[in-house]
């Protein structure tokens, strides 16, 4: 992998800010955009837009077809059926679904089991759903390290009451990569369902939801190099046809008459109004590219990456990395002596470097970890070992300021 020439397919990293060349290290906060990306955005709106389904004219249907071209490239991606295949608009959107299509199926006595490590879009949905249903909402614990506790994620599995387990795939601050396919197996034989949070994972590593077995996995199309806007629900197609509509309106409906409303089969029935069309399409491009690179390749350079990092930046007086996982991804989150993680980021700013400071939409996993913030550096696919040698420079200059 060609990492020079990957840079150049992103006209952004050519950007200065502050008048300092561009590090960009928020990658898992959102991703920067390929050429391909922008130009299949672009090039739809110049020479085939229209809103789909409906039209009967020529633009219509090219429309139509590129937008479910994109569904069928989705559903290769991720190893589905096309019919499985929901698209959202983002992650926190397809969690929300789930949590009022598929929780309104749930009963007062049933539960919930969540960790302590997820993102506030897989936590406040189900506090949304207990208050709503009458369910009851368990947390599975971490440990110091960082790492799922399997032993207690056991322990709330075992008495059978748990119809849902909804647990991150990658931790958005943390890096852990949790154990999957462990997870759906001990799930599966307590008698719940799984859905996998898969914003961060997707990014690094190949997803095949057959081989996971999860029952439900979310991801988001800006943090995969795609569109914001656009983001992806895979669920089972008996489970889908199970679960009533999540919104009302066109698109999802086979008839309506003033007394009633029959659904359209799905996915087309969680699909209600005007979809992100051009999006749609912008995250098709974008799952060609990164398949084209290969996930071996990415995988490859995100390990040397990380590695890197972490040799590199605890040598900053004061630095400390949050959690010591088993497996991690290329997220570092971290902490320094003496200097706020605002002022951290406040400073690196001025140099050109971007990172993402604060509770990272995962309170109390900060309260658990007794901060209050933490800052975050985390890498892309364009990311060099260079740019974190000057994020480790930079934070000496920036501990010297404050010592």
Known sequence: MNIADIRAQFPILSEKVHGKPLVFLDSAASAQKPDVVIDAMSQMMRSHYANIHRGLHWMSERATEAYEASRSRVASFLGGAREEIVFTRNSTEAINLVAYSYGSLLKSGQAVLISEMEHHANLVPWQMLRDRVGIELRVAPITDEGDLDLDAYGRLLSDGKVALVAITHMSNVLGTITPAERLVTMAHDAGAKILLDGS?????????????????????????????????LWARRELLEAMPPFM?????ISSVTFEKSIWAPVPAKFEAGTPAIVEAVG?????????????EAIGAHEAALTAH????????????VVGKPKERGGVISFTMDDVHPHD??????RNGIAV?????CAEPLMHRLGLTATARASFGIYTTEEEIDILAETLRRIRQFFV
Request: avoid cysteine.
């Open 200 to 232: 961060q994972a997707v990014v690094h590593r190949k997803i095949d939801v057959q081989a996971l077995g999860a029952d439900f996995y979310v991801f988001t199309g800006h943090k995969l190099y795609g569109p914001t806007g656009i983001g992806v």
């Open 248 to 252: 009302g309106g066109g698109d999802m």
């Open 283 to 295: 995250l098709g491009a974008a799952i060609d590219w990164v398949e084209n690179i290969g996930y």
């Open 309 to 320: 990092a972490l040799r590199v930046l605890p040598e900053v007086p004061g630095f400390s």
């Open 344 to 349: 951290i980021a406040t400073l690196l700013d």
């Open 356 to 360: 993402r400071v604060g509770h990272h």
